[in-house]
């Protein structure tokens, strides 16, 4: 299965549009765990165990486990979700960008070493940064296109002279992800649930691209704005959440708190739908 026939058959599965994002912060671990880097492993693998029946992905994001040397914990944390949940993507959001020679170990690092099923990336240096992901035909490369925090503004809504009709960046991108861009089908974009009139804009252009949305929860995103505005019927959406769900409790009971908050979230996005 490639990744976008894994998503679909995930967010069926799990009647879900949820991703929980894994974004460990050793500071934030509930009691004897607190401060202690060496448990990243096993927090992250006791919210898996928690929402692995409730959700349509899981993210964890690189430098949460390279900040504390903790890549090995990241290995061993996405070997768990094949293992437990083999039916669930892992979307390993890196945010990568970098001429080909270079983007070529970084798609080996997230493919190879550490089994992603799809990555983020970022799309500023053009099509050749790209590419080498694109050589992994059964993943799923996720472009940055309107990003949730204010500063994504200052690039990605500028418009651009030299396009006919003077698009704005992030329309011109998500207008090449859906066409000349996405040579093998496998490009989905990110688009920010604190802007859902722009997420209405990207599916008009990408109809049926997966969108990757986080925003929602610590953010203060709209989740039923972002539903009524990206989802479409055969057009996945990936709604990240990351603190809300890690941090739900900080006690003892974290696992058991996480699953409540993730399951009212997918609810609330579900009724949206
Ligand atoms: O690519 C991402 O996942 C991403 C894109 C974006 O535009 N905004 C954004 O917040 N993210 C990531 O989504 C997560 C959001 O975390 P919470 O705000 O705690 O839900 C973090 O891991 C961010 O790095």
């Not at 690039?155 to 960046?169: H, I, K, Y």
């Not at 991108?173 to 861009?181: C, P, S």
Request: charged share 20%; proline share 6%.
């Amino acid at each position: 299965m490639n990744f976008i026939q894994q998503i679909h058959a995930a967010a069926s599965l799990n009647n879900s549009l949820l991703c929980v994002g894994l974004d460990p912060e050793p500071a934030k671990f509930p009691g004897a765990w607190k401060g202690d880097a060496g448990r990243i492993f096993d927090f992250c693998s006791g919210i898996v165990d928690a929402t692995k029946d409730l959700v349509i992905a899981f993210k964890p994001q690189i430098a949460y486990f390279a900040a504390h040397r903790a890549e090995d914990q990241l290995e061993r944390l996405m070997a768990h979700i094949k293992r437990v949940a083999p039916h669930v993507p892992v979307i390993l959001d890196a945010k990568r960008g970098d001429i080909g020679s270079t983007a070529e170990q970084y798609a080996r690092e997230a493919f190879e070493r550490y089994q992603a099923d799809a990555v983020t990336l970022s799309p500023f240096m053009g099509l050749d940064s790209i590419e080498p992901y694109l050589r992994y035909p059964d993943k799923g490369a996720i472009l940055l296109c309107r990003t949730s925090n204010t500063g994504g503004n200052d690039w990605q809504m500028q418009r651009l002279a030299d396009v006919p009709g003077q698009p704005r960046l992030f329309e011109h991108l998500a207008a090449l992800a859906q066409t000349a861009w996405n040579k093998n089908g496998q490009l989905g974009l990110v688009v920010g649930a604190t802007f859902p009139g722009e997420i209405a804009r990207v599916r008009e252009l990408a109809p049926t691209l997966p969108l990757l949305i986080p925003g929602v929860g610590a953010q203060g995103g709209d989740a039923e704005a972002t539903v009524k505005a990206g989802w479409r019927e055969g057009a996945p959406i990936i709604v990240s959440s990351s603190r809300a769900v890690l941090y739900a409790s900080s006690g003892d009971d974290f696992a058991a708190a996480a699953r409540r908050v993730a399951m009212q979230t997918r609810d609330m996005l579900n009724a949206a739908r």
